[in-house]
Structure formats: C-alpha cells, structure tokens
C-alpha cells in the first residue's frame, strides 16, 4: 500500500508506538495500573497535541493507524479468550454475562439519551460499560457510519474516558466494600468481573480478594469480551436501519448487513488459540502484540482528538454511566450471592 511509503506514516507510526509502550510500562506501576495501559496511550497521545507542526507532518499516517491497526489488535486481543476454560466456568456464568452485557447497554444507553446525548455517543459510552471498556468502544465504533469524522473520534474518546474514570472509582468502591458485603472469595471475583468495564479494573480488584477471586473475576470477565463480536454486529445492523428510518432511504434498508470482518477475525483468533496446540506458548506474545497496536491506535486517536470540546459534552454520559454502574454493582453484589 502506498501508506507505508510515506514519511508521514513513519513518523506517526514511531509517535504511537511509543505511546503505547510507555503506557504498559506506565500501567505496571502502583495505582496507575487502575487507569489501564490503552488509556494511558490515549492521554500521552493527547499530550503530544503539544507539538502541534510534528502531528500535522504525521496526520495522515496517524488516521491510518486510528483505524487499521485497531482492527490488527481486536483480532489478535482473541488469543486472550480460551473457549474451553470459558465452557468449563459453567453455563450459569455464561447467561450471567449476557444478563449484564444486555441489561448493561440498554440501561446506559436510555439514561444517556434521557441526559441528552446524541445516539452515536450513547451507544459508544453504552458499549463499553457493558462490555469491556475502551476495547468495546473502539469495536463498535466502526460500525457506525459517518460522515463527520471529527465528531466520531470525539465520542470515542468521550466514551472510553468515561468508562476509564467509572471503572476506576468502581475498582476503589469494590476494594473499600470487600470487607463488608459479605462475599468469599469466588463471589468476590464474580462480582468483580461482573460489574467493572474495563480487563484491568476486574484484574485490580479480583487480585484483592486472592488468586481464587483473580481467576473467578478474569473467567466473568472474559465471557463478557467474549460478546463483543455479536454486540457490535447487532450495532451495525441497528445503526443502519435507524439512518434508514431518519432518510426514508429504502435501499439502505434493503442493503447487506455490515459484517465487521476484524471481529472475525477476533473470533478466528480465539478458536486457534484454544485449539491448536503448537500455538500455546506463543499466546502470552500474541496478546502483548494486541495490547501494543491497540495502544497505538488509541494514542493515534487522542493525537487527533479535540479534547476541549469533550469537557463541554460530557455531563449526560457521565450522569447516565454513574447510574447504571451503581445498579450494576447492586445486581452482581445479589447475583454473586444468589448463583455462586
């Protein structure tokens, strides 16, 4: 591709990665590791906004990688899904999670557009509380089709700091109340990755409950991952046929569903890596490849970001996320200790 040859993706390819490798390096740290490393490639991508010649040199390259290397990294982040140990945690976690998943979205969606948000934020914001936090955000954001390219990337990075800033208050909430909502361990994990947004947050606060908690809240919380390919299939179809409804345009109506191919991909990935065995000691690797183009493309979406026009519009999504991150917390406190 021609891309490649050009100096502008070269350069915007070497300001992202590192981005994105100081952010792992930056989440290992105490306290930081609440915020997340695809985060914080997003903030350190916002303060290179500082050197405003040096991003305009880069921008075209810095497009590319917003939009092509977030899709390289949905499908390698499936390695991370082991379908049979996901099977083994039993079938009550699995309709647990699509519970959470369904009622997660609708909840947060309806509060935001009773706030006033418009959809395309709403459903972005409701994505990823109920699914896997930014991760979620920037999967189904390429399901919805635009025209004002500008305003997407500014909901995109509306909704991931809102499910970041959620779940990390949430983590602290959770490890405040461990010693007082009467749950064991196991409990204490389900709940976990059952009511926080983002992988590092149920990682943070399962690890305070021991290693039987960590791996109960990882299980809960992959199996919501796990939704995301369906969840943003369902949002392209929807988005379509509500653009179809708002222009009376009967042949967008009648047009194919759109097939987000990367979440495939993302399924594929997940298959090989629960299957084939020669793949197993690699998958550590692949995954840390994932979480590093990934990184890249956020820290290439907050290079590109107004952020100060996000201030002005984030009181609806926030309000609305507040809410239903409470009752979340409320019904996985009950159904931890109700189903586990």
């Not at 007082?180 to 149920?202: K, N, P, R, T, Y």
Request: net charge positive.
């Amino acid at each position: 591709m021609t891309i490649f040859k050009k100096r502008a993706f070269w350069l915007a390819a070497l300001l992202t990665f590192i981005c994105s490798v100081l952010g792992s390096f930056l989440a290992k740290l105490p306290y930081l590791s609440l915020i997340g490393a695809l985060v914080l490639s997003l903030l350190l991508g916002i303060a290179f906004q500082s050197f405003p010649q040096t991003i305009n040199k880069a921008s075209s390259g810095i497009g590319f990688i917003s939009n092509r290397f977030l899709r390289l990294g949905i499908i390698l982040l499936g390695f991370k899904l082991n379908l049979i140990t996901l099977a083994n945690a039993g079938i009550k976690t699995i309709i647990l999670s699509i519970i959470v998943v369904s009622g997660m979205i609708t909840l947060t969606y309806y509060l935001c557009k009773k706030f006033g948000a418009e959809s395309e934020l709403a459903i972005l914001t409701a994505c990823g509380c109920g699914i896997c936090g930014a991760a979620a955000v920037m999967g189904v954001s390429p399901q919805i089709e635009t025209t004002n390219e500008e305003r997407k990337r500014e909901n995109e990075v509306l909704a991931v700091a809102v499910v970041c800033v959620m779940g990390t208050v949430f983590t602290l909430i959770e490890i405040f109340l461990k010693p007082f909502i009467g749950l064991d361990a196991s409990q204490f994990g389900i709940m976990a990755g059952g009511s926080l947004h983002e992988i590092a947050h149920a990682v943070a606060t399962g690890g305070a409950g021991g290693a039987i908690s960590l791996q109960n809240a990882i299980i809960m919380k992959l199996s919501r991952v796990l939704l995301l390919a369906p969840v943003a299939l369902l949002v392209g179809l929807w988005y379509r046929k509500k653009m179809a409804a708002n222009t009376l345009n009967t042949k967008a109506t009648n047009s194919k569903l759109p097939i987000p191919w990367f979440l495939g991909g993302f399924i594929l990935t997940s298959i090989i890596g629960t299957f084939v065995p020669f793949i197993a000691p690699y998958l550590d690797s692949l995954v840390q490849i994932a979480y590093l183009f990934l990184g890249m493309a956020m820290a290439a979406l907050g290079m590109s970001v107004n952020f100060k026009v996000i201030f002005k519009r984030g009181k609806s999504v926030f309000s609305a996320a507040a809410i239903s991150s409470t009752v979340l917390l409320i019904f996985m406190i009950i159904a931890a200790k109700a189903l586990f």
